[in-house]
Each structure stands twice: as C-alpha cells, then as structure tokens.
C-alpha cells in the first residue's frame, strides 16, 4: 500500500509564533522537495520504477510500518539498559520479582505477533533506503560491525537479509588451540561455571533457576548419575530440593509438564555451561565451539516470551518456557549442546545443517504440552561432522545461546601428578565474540 505526502500542511499555529513556524514550514516544504528530486532521480538511474507516478513522493506503507517499530523497539531497549546500567554501578544485582506486566505477555499473541514482525522485517526495502535503514539501525542498537560487513549495504533487499548477514573472511579469527573452546556466537556471558548439585540447575538470576535437563529435554543424553551415587552437602538441602520439586510439578503439569524432572539426578563432574545473551545489534549467526559431531536436533514449539534483562527478572523458567532448537553430540571430551533459544519478533531460527527446518509454525494445539520434534543425524553412523567455527546456524534479530558441555577436570594420579583441568577465560557481564576462547585446560 503507498500513500501520497502533500507538500501543504494545516496552519494550526498560534499568530505570536507564527512568523517562526512559517519559516519551519517552508524549510519542512522544502526538504521534501529536495528529497523528491533526489528518489526521482535514483529512480531513474535504477530503471525509471515509479517515475509514472507523478510528482508525488511515495513511500511504501510496509516500510513506514517498519520504521516505526524500529522506533519502539529501540526507545524500549534504552530504557531497560539505563535502568540495567544503574543497577549495575551501585553494585546490586536484580533478583527475580514476577509483576503484573510479565503475567499479561502470556495472554498476548506472541507468535503471531513475531510471524507479522517477521513478514514485514522480509519486505524489499528500496535500494537507495536501505543504507539508511540499516545504518540507522546499527546506531540504534550499537552494532560496531558495518565495517566488517561481507557485502555493501544496499545489496541488503530487506532488514532480515541484514539482520543474519556474513561478515568478511578474517572479520572472527578462530582461536584453533586443540585445548580451548571458543565462544559460538557475538554476545554478553550472562551466567557460566560448572554444574553441580541435584537437578543440575543454571541459575537463571538471582533467585530463579531452571534444569538442565528440562532446557535439553527428557531424552537428553546428558552425562548424569543418580542421586544416591554421590555425597550430598547436607541432608537438609537435599530434602529441601525434593519438596520444592513436588510443589513446581504440581504448579506446571498442566501447562508445562516438560520442566518436571520426576527423577533425583546430579551431574557427572566435569560438566559445564555457559549463557550467552545476543542484542539486536550483534552478529546473529552461530558458529560451531569447537570440532563436534551432532547426533540428534530437537525443537521445541514453546512460547516467544522476550530474553531481555527485564524478562528474565520477571518470567520464570524463560528459557524452558520459550521455543528452541536443541543440538546434541559428542566432541573429543564428551557431551557437547548447544540450545539456540527463540523469542519475541525472533520466531524463526534458521540451522544451517537442516535447511528445512521452520520455526515458530502455527500452533494445533493450546496447551503449551507438546513433545519436541526429534530428529537424528545418521550419516554413516557418526552423526554430522563439524569443525571449529564453522557457521551453523542464525537468529533473525537477536536472542540467547545456552552452551552446556563436557571438559577435563583435574584428578589425582598413580604418580602424584594431577591430569588437565577446564577453567573459563571470562566470567559473567563479559562481551564475546565469535572465535575467542570461552576456557581452556592445560596438561600437566
């Protein structure tokens, strides 16, 4: 749909200014002019498209549409990272605190919503707009990267073509140190460390936490042992995990009886994770840790709640709660996964080893109950083979990437001597890029 500017504007003035807002009407007149000359003139240079319309300057409603929630999304975005950013200088860390807000964005059609925000991110901008768009954007949402953008901008034909964009050879250079795990995506490290402890459970922010297992699902391969085979910290504590499990299976079973974990199991030592948040403005593509072979792909059609900072301050089980594509393999120390976590306007996922995979799909059924679609990886029995910093899969905006492995613990020797053991180079508030070392182990 295309509407028509009119170069007159309503003289709602009052007559003591009005001799100064004459002269912002004639200088708005006049940059309409001038921006009318010059699309006429790329339009011609482009083909001569649209020169029949006559001396009218048109804008594509799909683009304008565009623009605008660009607009919100980024006046929001400002206003969680000053609240954030305020927090952060007095030294306090925001604990969980469900409100109201967070309780009504379960009642609003968030699919939907991102499948609209989908189909108008897809719309073919004009060639001479999309420069400005895309660099517009980049200010909004602080994206450092245009430099090291493969190709120019405007052969970007819209913003989702934009938004999962390469970036020139050498722009990530992969740390190939056979001893470290690099990190898969450009982000923030929200949470990292070890897991340990009854249902292996990642802190999700202070006082809210989710498990491992109901993240990777019920028929994760997930290198645990149960409950009794280990020393638990006190008999307290343990009691205490069993009777806060009964009271959240009691609370989800209906809606969401996947985050239920009806077994008592620890992780096995030597089992890490990492939580990496993606912004709007970052590089949306994921890359492979490190060289792995991926057994089996799993997606969940959950829910496309926010992964903001507020979000996970107010929604609990967010990321269990939310639609992801789960990858499961093996790499030289063990488990390896990866869970690519959906959210709002970031319904599709794209996995570059399934091309035919969809994301955020309508919905048959209401409950949010479903068993999550399996797939296996077969090829002459090992799986799909990857390597260290090959591209595996894009976000269409920005979201989170849970990283959830195995790696050398230190243990005692005949000898003495103690083996190799795992420790992160960077700890939670760090920014990462693609390439750079999450943690290494040394032998000793």
């Not at 623009?67 to 007095?90: C, I, T």
């Not at 964005?105 to 707009?129: K, N």
Request: aromatic share 10%; hydrophobic share 40%.
């Amino acid at each position: 749909m295309k509407f028509r500017v009119s170069y007159g504007l309503p003289m709602f003035f009052n007559h003591t200014r009005g001799g100064y807002l004459h002269n912002q009407h004639r200088c708005f007149t006049s940059l309409f002019k001038k921006l009318q000359t010059t699309t006429r003139a790329r339009a011609s240079v482009n083909g001569g498209h649209g020169s029949s319309q006559g001396d009218s300057f048109l804008v594509p409603g799909a683009t304008v549409a565009t623009l605008l929630m660009l607009g919100v999304l980024h006046a929001r975005r400002l206003y969680d990272e000053q609240k954030f950013e305020e927090a952060r200088e007095k030294g306090i860390e925001l604990e969980f605190q469900p409100d109201v807000k967070a309780a009504f964005l379960s009642l609003l059609p968030l699919r939907s919503i991102s499948r609209f925000w989908g189909f108008l991110t897809d719309m073919e901008l004009p060639v001479w707009l999309r420069p400005y768009t895309y660099r517009a954007w980049a200010r909004a949402f602080h994206s450092t990267d245009l430099d090291e953008v493969a190709l120019p901008l405007d052969e970007y034909a819209s913003l989702r073509q934009f938004f999962v964009r390469t970036l020139k050879e050498g722009s990530r250079p992969i740390d190939h140190d056979p001893q470290c795990l690099i990190s898969p995506v450009d982000g923030i490290v929200l949470r990292c460390g070890e897991l340990r402890g009854v249902g292996a459970m990642i802190e999700q922010v202070k006082g809210c936490s989710y498990s491992v297992s109901s993240l990777l699902g019920a028929s994760s391969f997930l290198p645990m042992i149960a409950e009794g085979g280990v020393q638990e910290e006190s008999g307290e504590q343990e009691n205490t995990s069993k009777e806060k499990s009964k009271k959240s299976w009691w609370k989800v079973s209906l809606a969401s009886p996947k985050v239920w974990d009806p077994v008592s199991v620890c992780p096995m030592k030597g089992l890490f994770y990492c939580v990496i948040y993606l912004k709007p403005g970052d590089y949306h593509r994921i890359h492979s840790p490190v060289d792995w072979s991926i057994l089996v792909r799993r997606h969940f059609s959950g829910r496309l709640f926010p992964v903001n900072e507020r979000a996970t301050r107010t929604i609990q089980n967010l990321y269990v709660e939310n639609e992801r594509v789960v990858l499961e393999g093996l790499w030289k120390e063990g488990f390896m996964a990866i869970a690519a976590i959906g959210a709002t306007n970031i319904g599709s996922i794209e996995l570059f080893i399934e091309p035919e995979l969809r994301t955020n799909r309508p919905r048959k059924k209401l409950l949010h109950s479903e068993a999550p679609e399996e797939h296996l990886y077969e090829p002459e029995g090992v799986g799909m083979m990857l390597k260290k910093g090959d591209e595996l899969a894009a976000f269409n905006m920005g979201s989170t990437v849970v990283l959830v492995f195995q790696a050398p613990i230190s243990k005692s020797l005949e000898n003495g001597d103690s083996s190799s053991e795992f420790s992160f180079c960077i700890k939670r508030g760090d920014r990462v890029r693609v390439g750079e070392a999450l943690g290494r182990w040394q032998d000793f």
